[in-house]
């Protein structure tokens, strides 16, 4: 037997017992006669107490305990002279008679504390000690809770969870697929999924009715920072459902996560659709912590022209679009940070050509940086359709319509953080509907599915299908938390017809899409039912729950920006046998 | 909304009720002036009366209905005048007022009933049409509940579920890898886990303590019947364990998920060495459920010789074994079935010469196919060394040892079959513990891992590692159902020199161990905690579970023996984009 109990378990009752302690060395400390080791495994840390006067060879043996190593101890249990109110454990420490130690270790390259001193290329490499750290270790709990918590919720309303192939098949829809090279089928391939939609699709078919699975998804991108090639999905799908259904369902969900996992009692979750996320937010996964609503003084879309023309000012004349936004109480920005401001929006990355400002001043003046144009009453008209109060900020941005929401949209995001409006620890849910069905690529010439092809268009938007799919809405949703996504699904297509048109528009010739997908459309004239579902992603969503931005830190093993895993170094070679087995060669030249 | 109900909701208490279904039409009849419909879903069958007095035009639709229709009804609830005890739902059938087709179905090509007279051929290729049939159903679910049933109970116990990466590093040991090419690094390849060995270990050395994963593993093997390519693992980890902490813990969960599936209690579960399971059963993985042990009459290695020599029956005077089982009860048995038997173990698979049998007979004698050899005294004496009764049948086997061991494995599994010994529902468990460590192959004249290569030898043991290797026990331990091995696992090496050591006498040179598990050992160094674990095979303890020798029917979509989904026609071909993208290309001749 290695331990009576754990680094974590021992309170002032359990004084007087003796008790076999198994863990790691966080720290020894040498105070005249004593020797005190605090010693750690995943429960907590426990102090024990060495005495050079009483046990002068054990209390030496002590002293040359090195950081992480793994020890035994046994002892009895003693109430703390000092108590220590941080930990569990505090109010005891273990006078020790025994001590083995069960395995040693080197000094490791980076401290294992809350904060470490390590690089992030060492602590991946070395992440099996970086995995040893408070926060990491609290953020692989929060995910197994996650994990757990959602599987319980979901299997009482009746959701089975049914395991669904890895080795598929290559579809050309969606991203690129990492493949799998058949030794049996010469110059045939298996597919890992992007996703299981084809599976829990024809489990519908199958009548189980609802399904989910938190499962591995595989997609090989260029990877951007905190995106990784393989990552997990909560997965569902239900029968005979309206996206209502759908939406309650999994609005259920959120709401009992955050209260299991948050403690957080989340009130109904509010919709919005996609145009109105675009108009009121230039995104359609708007941060709805705050509210800095987008106001338009002139679009040409929409025939809105609240400013009187013939000032003169020629970035106003020409835009197609003059929108902004009222930040509460911040008109006493300074010259300094508005310039920040005009900075900000002329990065590269969000590429604005400048930005206007009105203080709307305590005295119920205005100063504003196009002052020279525009009047006071003039400036008085926005700050009234604005609805500001003195005290407030204007920011306005005018130029082309997309392009120019974006920009506003990064702008008011950087404004909600300046003013202190994004708290981590505030929880704001939005459901995003009746997304465009399709989007036009410029580059390639043809449409493609927003969400995905086997999306179902709005019942009403049928007829516009084929002839005008640019005004096509999806039966498509999104799960937004504070500014990310972090679930989307969709009602489905259940019959052939419909499919094969839908695939028409996306391009694919009837036999492409019998080849690729022909096992659907046959299943959807087998009695198909109604259904729809939805996807989370894990990752995300316990990143978001772990009050962080990245990924990285609530995956035990992630690989890094270049898709390598720098721990195991993979991908690595292989040998000669397997290239031999599996029919394939390096390509010595790019065939054209 | 497309129901208020289910199909498998509605009782006598709902009477009156107007309801909304949908489902499938399972089967319609027509009596007289009366159309039933029997309409299905996941959770039952509920009846349907249209009428043709009241509502023709209704009726006259509802006689259109094909099998498999997907149909929504409006009706009230009524009692039945003709209950069906069979069904849930027999006390009721609903009055339809109201009828749509929400999905046509063609004929389905196959019956869609407990049995089904399609092949296995068309049923894998119409699976979502197979998987409505009520016992796959049951297994779906039953996979679905033993799952949750294992997550709740390690989690119970401080088990956390981690999820490992599927995308790592082909490694020489064990079966053969799938293997995925990079696109990033060109000539690289990442593999598809086997299990997710090591990852479990690091994640030991990171502290975690005790880990637990349902997870997918990867073997591309040639396929045997009833063998996946990809497969279903529990995966258990855990810190600071002895083998009989590790015993104990799995043993409470084998015994959980007895109660919570089959409501059945089991004893402690007995356990049984490697050594003593093939001295008794000739088998590494004895079927308990009747006793029926090996006797041996005769062994060079044990020295055991009950059998005077000098008979003149060669078959014994050369062999080195002569070892037999008693058949309880069975003396009755033909020359007919006598025959069979000695057909069955000379069939090729089995590949014996003979079978000898000595019948005791009700009145004390013996008939043996051996009497012109033996008289009835020596025939008596076997008896007696048999412990059999009058009306006993003794059945004898002799030759080489393991050989004939194995022989008479086949050959008392047979017998408990014949005998009625092998019940489906009943369930019986055995530890087998102290596996040899390592086993020779002649043909690549090497020692193989008879566990994985992490397995860590028993502390006894350790000193006759290098000289000894073949006498060297692992501690490693199989749990055992009903002959079926469901779980396998060990108290694995945790500090690097006894890891470098079984590497070395694998093969392994040190520059190999490096660059395949440098990792692992490296780990080692940081303050590896003593550690072990197991893993269950999910698929196979479902199929048990379910009283089925079939895991295919456990999986929702498996493949075919060729490695084939024949339902998306996978493993297929790739674009030729993708294969320059992966830098890969068709191998036109084996390079040697």
């Given at each position: 037997?290695?331990?009576?109990?754990?680094?974590?378990?021992?309170?002032?009752?359990?004084?007087?017992?003796?008790?076999?302690?198994?863990?790691?060395?966080?720290?020894?400390?040498?105070?005249?006669?004593?020797?005190?080791?605090?010693?750690?495994?995943?429960?907590?840390?426990?102090?024990?107490?060495?005495?050079m006067?009483?046990?002068?060879?054990?209390?030496?043996?002590?002293?040359?305990?090195?950081?992480?190593?793994?020890?035994?101890?046994?002892?009895?249990?003693?109430?703390?002279?000092?108590?220590?109110?941080?930990?569990?454990?505090?109010?005891?420490?273990?006078?020790?008679?025994?001590?083995?130690?069960?395995?040693?270790?080197?000094?490791?390259?980076f401290?294992?504390?809350?904060?470490?001193?390590?690089?992030?290329?060492?602590?991946?490499?070395?992440r099996?000690?970086?995995?040893?750290?408070?926060?990491?270790?609290?953020?692989?709990?929060?995910r197994?809770?996650?994990?757990?918590?959602?599987?319980?919720?979901?299997?009482?309303?009746?959701?089975?969870?049914?395991?669904?192939?890895?080795?598929?098949?290559?579809?050309?829809?969606?991203?690129?697929?990492?493949?799998?090279?058949?030794?049996?089928?010469?110059?045939?391939?298996?597919?890992?999924?992007?996703?299981?939609?084809?599976?829990?699709?024809?489990?519908?078919?199958?009548?189980?009715?609802?399904?989910?699975?938190?499962?591995?998804?595989?997609?090989?991108?260029?990877?951007?920072?905190?995106?990784?090639?393989?990552?997990?999905?909560?997965?569902?799908?239900?029968?005979?459902?309206?996206?209502?259904?759908?939406?309650?369902?999994?609005?259920?969900?959120?709401?009992?996560?955050?209260?299991e996992?948050?403690?957080?009692?989340?009130?109904?979750?509010?919709?919005?659709?996609?145009?109105?996320?675009?108009?009121?937010?230039?995104?359609?996964?708007?941060?709805?912590?705050?509210?800095?609503k987008?106001?338009?003084?002139?679009?040409?879309?929409?025939?809105?022209?609240?400013?009187?023309?013939?000032?003169?000012?020629?970035?106003?004349?020409?835009?197609?679009?003059?929108?902004?936004?009222?930040?509460?109480?911040?008109?006493?920005?300074?010259?300094?940070?508005?310039?920040?401001?005009?900075?900000?929006?002329?990065r590269?990355?969000?590429?604005?050509?400048?930005?206007?400002?009105?203080r709307?001043?305590?005295?119920?003046?205005?100063?504003?940086?196009?002052?020279?144009?525009?009047?006071?009453?003039?400036?008085g008209?926005?700050?009234?359709?604005?609805?500001?109060?003195?005290?407030?900020?204007?920011?306005?941005?005018?130029?082309?319509?997309?392009?120019?929401?974006?920009?506003?949209?990064?702008?008011?995001?950087?404004?909600?953080?300046?003013?202190?409006?994004?708290?981590?620890?505030?929880y704001?849910?939005?459901?995003?509907?009746?997304?465009?069905?399709?989007?036009?690529?410029?580059?390639?010439?043809?449409?493609?599915?927003?969400?995905?092809?086997?999306?179902?268009?709005?019942?009403?938007?049928?007829?516009?299908?084929?002839?005008?799919?640019?005004?096509?809405?999806?039966?498509?949703?999104?799960?937004?938390?504070?500014?990310?996504?972090?679930?989307?699904?969709?009602?489905?297509?259940?019959?052939?017809?419909?499919?094969?048109?839908?695939?028409?528009?996306?391009?694919f010739?009837?036999?492409?899409?019998?080849?690729?997908?022909?096992?659907?459309?046959?299943a959807?004239?087998?009695?198909?039912?109604?259904?729809?579902?939805?996807?989370?992603?894990?990752?995300?969503?316990?990143?978001?729950?772990g009050?962080?931005?990245?990924i990285?830190?609530?995956?035990?093993?992630?690989?890094?920006?270049?898709?390598?895993?720098?721990?195991?170094?993979?991908?690595?070679?292989?040998?000669?046998?397997?290239?031999?087995?599996?029919?394939?060669?390096?390509?010595?030249?790019?065939?054209?």
């Amino acid at each position: 037997m290695y331990r009576t109990h754990t680094c974590g378990e021992l309170r002032i009752e359990h004084v007087g017992k003796i008790v076999l302690l198994s863990g790691w060395v966080q720290r020894t400390r040498d105070l005249g006669g004593m020797t005190f080791v605090d010693l750690r495994d995943r429960y907590g840390i426990t102090q024990l107490t060495f005495s050079m006067d009483e046990q002068p060879e054990l209390c030496r043996q002590a002293r040359g305990l090195g950081r992480e190593y793994v020890i035994q101890v046994e002892g009895v249990v003693s109430e703390r002279s000092n108590k220590n109110k941080q930990i569990s454990t505090g109010d005891i420490e273990i006078n020790v008679s025994k001590l083995s130690i069960l395995n040693a270790s080197q000094t490791p390259p980076f401290t294992i504390e809350e904060e470490s001193d390590g690089g992030d290329e060492l602590r991946m490499k070395y992440r099996y000690l970086d995995l040893r750290r408070p926060p990491l270790r609290e953020n692989m709990i929060l995910r197994h809770k996650t994990a757990l918590i959602t599987r319980n919720y979901l299997s009482a309303l009746g959701f089975m969870e049914i395991e669904t192939p890895f080795l598929i098949k290559s579809t050309p829809e969606g991203a690129r697929d990492f493949v799998v090279p058949s030794r049996m089928h010469p110059s045939e391939f298996y597919a890992l999924p992007q996703s299981p939609q084809t599976f829990k699709q024809l489990l519908m078919v199958s009548g189980y009715d609802r399904y989910f699975q938190i499962v591995r998804c595989f997609r090989d991108e260029d990877l951007r920072a905190d995106r990784q090639p393989e990552f997990t999905q909560i997965d569902c799908e239900m029968s005979f459902v309206t996206r209502e259904d759908v939406l309650n369902t999994f609005e259920g969900l959120a709401k009992h996560i955050l209260r299991e996992i948050k403690g957080i009692e989340i009130g109904q979750i509010p919709q919005m659709t996609y145009d109105d996320a675009m108009r009121y937010y230039g995104s359609d996964k708007p941060d709805i912590r705050f509210d800095m609503k987008f106001v338009t003084l002139q679009s040409t879309q929409e025939s809105i022209h609240l400013i009187r023309g013939g000032h003169g000012f020629k970035v106003f004349d020409e835009a197609e679009l003059i929108v902004g936004i009222c930040a509460q109480g911040a008109a006493d920005y300074t010259r300094k940070q508005l310039d920040e401001l005009t900075e900000f929006v002329k990065r590269p990355q969000i590429g604005a050509t400048g930005l206007i400002y009105v203080r709307c001043t305590a005295d119920g003046t205005f100063k504003s940086s196009v002052d020279k144009f525009f009047d006071t009453e003039e400036l008085g008209n926005w700050a009234q359709h604005f609805d500001a109060k003195p005290g407030d900020l204007l920011l306005i941005m005018a130029g082309k319509h997309e392009k120019t929401r974006k920009q506003l949209n990064e702008l008011r995001l950087e404004m909600g953080t300046r003013l202190g409006l994004r708290k981590k620890d505030d929880y704001r849910f939005l459901w995003v509907l009746d997304f465009p069905m399709f989007e036009f690529n410029e580059e390639d010439k043809r449409w493609y599915a927003m969400h995905h092809p086997f999306t179902s268009p709005k019942q009403t938007d049928i007829n516009a299908l084929c002839k005008n799919p640019e005004h096509v809405k999806a039966n498509a949703y999104d799960l937004v938390l504070n500014g990310t996504e972090i679930a989307g699904g969709s009602i489905r297509i259940h019959n052939k017809p419909l499919q094969e048109a839908v695939f028409n528009i996306l391009g694919f010739s009837p036999e492409e899409a019998s080849e690729k997908f022909g096992f659907l459309m046959t299943a959807f004239e087998y009695g198909a039912p109604p259904h729809g579902g939805i996807a989370f992603g894990f990752d995300r969503l316990c990143a978001l729950l772990g009050g962080s931005d990245s990924i990285r830190d609530f995956i035990a093993f992630p690989k890094n920006n270049a898709g390598r895993d720098t721990m195991i170094n993979s991908p690595s070679g292989i040998d000669k046998q397997q290239w031999n087995e599996l029919h394939i060669q390096h390509q010595k030249h790019i065939s054209s």
